[in-house]
């Protein structure tokens, strides 16, 4: 069965750079999966940042980054503030079905 | 501006039958592949399945299949998601969004309740 991994949880400082990643427990993330990302903070709805590997969704600052710089795929923010402390998910592609990653906990302090 | 609107939650027994609609507007919905995605309370999102534009190809997780049936009315702007044989991990916030290559819009979700 696949498993798409994310960190359970990650702490950053204000200001600082952080990087989230998106793995699978068999082999390698490409482009052909696709990997996008998304946040959610309690209570609201996801909203999507980066798509098909590093395209930013409308009105996403370029603090936000999507790449793919080894056997994973990776979310870098930069300049990190209070108010992107929230989940954030990835989801891939593969055999025609999409898996979400079970998220990440991103606490900004 | 695109707009997904999901209705049909509630609260239904175990092994009981639903239908979740959801209303699109804004888009060319007959040109977009649909999808829907669930979230347990306090869980992560979890896809559970996808349909083609023309409505003729759809794909499930392993968790819904055979059960969960996904279809649309391009007519109506419309996208559906028929649940039978619903047991209580079924029970989770259903959004409804317009989806490619992972660039998604999202609905404010339906809550589906299963318990006894």
């Known amino acids: 069965q696949t498993v798409v991994t994310q960190e359970p949880s990650i702490s950053v400082s204000p200001g600082g750079t952080v990087t989230l990643t998106c793995g699978l427990n068999?082999?390698?993330?490409?482009?052909?999966?696709?990997p996008s990302w998304y946040r959610q903070t309690p209570g609201q709805t996801p909203r999507t940042l980066i798509f098909?590997?590093?395209t930013r969704s409308s009105g996403v600052p370029d603090r936000f980054f999507g790449s793919i710089p080894g056997k994973k795929a990776a979310l870098t923010i930069t300049g990190a503030q209070a108010d992107d402390e929230s989940d954030y998910y990835c989801?891939?592609?593969?055999?025609?079905?999409?898996?979400f990653g079970g998220g990440t906990k991103l606490t900004v302090l | 501006e695109v707009q997904l609107v999901e209705s049909g939650g509630g609260l239904m027994q175990p092994g009981g039958s639903l239908r979740l609609s959801c209303a699109a507007s804004?888009?060319?919905?007959?040109?977009?592949?649909m999808h829907w995605v669930r979230q347990a309370p306090g869980g992560g999102l979890v896809w559970v399945s996808r349909?083609?534009?023309?409505?003729?190809?759809?794909d499930y997780a392993d968790s819904v299949k055979g059960r969960f049936t996904i279809s649309r009315d391009n007519a109506k702007s419309t996208l559906y998601l028929q649940m039978n044989s619903l047991s209580v991990e079924d029970t989770a916030v259903y959004y409804c969004?317009?989806?490619?290559?992972?660039?998604?819009?999202w609905g404010q979700g339906t809550l589906v309740t299963v318990s006894s």
């Open positions: 969004l317009k989806f490619l290559y992972g660039d998604a819009s």
């Open positions: 804004g888009f060319s919905f007959s040109n977009q592949w």
């Open positions: 349909i083609n534009p023309a409505g003729t190809t759809a």
């Open positions: 068999f082999g390698s993330v490409s482009t052909n999966n696709y």
């Open positions: 098909s590997t590093n």
């Open positions: 989801i891939l592609y593969m055999d025609n079905a999409w898996v």
